[in-house]
């Protein structure tokens, strides 16, 4: 009868742990879902603000124009800034955000250049303070749906360290949201701006869905429409310091779309993980129960031949 009783708990604590994990799962598909829509409340900024450069770039050569945020120079110090979660029970996520850093790391250094880190994600901090690798900047605590306000305070920080010559390039590894099974860790270069990249660019949006009982991801393309500027548009100011008071804004909106993809990612992976584990709970709690069942029988089997030898014994 122990064992029966061993049974009956251990039955009683993975459902405990099922439900737990269920409503981890859920929870995590309610935040990609406002993920989502984040991302559909920005692209209207980062399709007007496409306009705008592609309505500069056929008034000047961006390639000639000579600002601070454009100028290329020899690398000696690169700065990571290394996007991570402050939370586990995410599956791989964490972890190969962090073995692509140290493969970035390793590439900077072969190459006879040296390494800052700027780390978003408590798992990240913590990892390489154990490590004492040149931390120069963390971020934790971080809004789990990031906001521009947290974008741009992070991108002053990186403009900052770029200006004062602190470092001479910046690179963004974070992880780029493909679907609710599958993202991967990218390695950007956001410092300095690429001018051809200045221009429109295809962009992708990401709704979630329930098909079946089961969530899925669609993603579109979105091709945002510029309409060339008219032949006679005068501007107020110099198209260049247009440019360089526009050239932040663009850096944060590019900082902004990586957390918004990083962040998608985590919960992706979590809701993931949870699902597993919440299917793997209901086979252990169909284990056990086969398991409760042959114990059951054997104990009544038992007391039954004892009456029986009872009986007999009479």
């Known amino acids: 009868m122990a064992n029966l009783k061993g049974i009956r708990d251990r039955i009683k604590s993975v459902k405990n742990t099922r439900k737990i994990t269920e409503a981890m799962r859920l929870v995590a598909a309610a935040r990609v879902r406002r993920a989502q829509e984040q991302v559909n409340a920005t692209r209207p900024f980062a399709d007007r603000l496409a306009q705008v450069f592609y309505r500069l770039q056929t008034r000047l050569r961006l390639e000639d124009v000579n600002l601070p945020l454009l100028q290329q120079r020899p690398i000696q110090t690169v700065g990571l800034l290394v996007v991570s979660g402050d939370r586990g029970l995410c599956g791989a996520y964490n972890s190969n955000i962090i073995k692509r850093t140290e493969e970035r790391i390793r590439e900077v250094q072969e190459a006879g250049g040296q390494v800052e880190l700027y780390l978003i994600g408590r798992k990240a901090v913590q990892y390489f303070q154990r490590r004492s690798a040149p931390i ?101 100011q110099d198209p260049v310091q247009i440019l360089d008071a526009l050239l932040p804004l663009y850096l944060n909106n590019q900082l902004l779309r990586a957390l918004q993809e990083s962040a998608a990612s985590e919960l992706a992976a979590r809701m993931t993980a949870m699902n597993n584990a919440s299917d793997n709970a209901s086979e252990l709690i169909r284990s056990l129960g086969l398991s409760y069942n042959k114990a059951r029988q054997a104990a009544i089997t038992q007391e039954i031949l004892e009456v029986v030898a009872g009986a007999q014994a009479l």
């Open 136 to 236: 120069a900047k963390t971020y934790m605590n971080l809004s789990q749906i990031p906001s521009a306000a947290e974008a741009a305070q992070i991108g002053d920080q990186l403009l900052s360290a770029f200006l004062s010559e602190k470092v001479d390039k910046v690179e963004l590894i974070y992880t780029r949201f493909v679907s609710l099974i599958s993202s991967r860790p990218v390695v950007q270069s956001i410092l300095p701006l690429d001018p051809s990249r200045l221009a429109t660019q295809d962009d992708e949006i990401f709704n979630l869905l329930v098909r079946g009982g089961e969530f899925t991801v669609e993603r579109s393309k979105v091709i945002a429409t510029v309409s060339a500027p008219p032949q006679d548009m005068i501007f107020e």
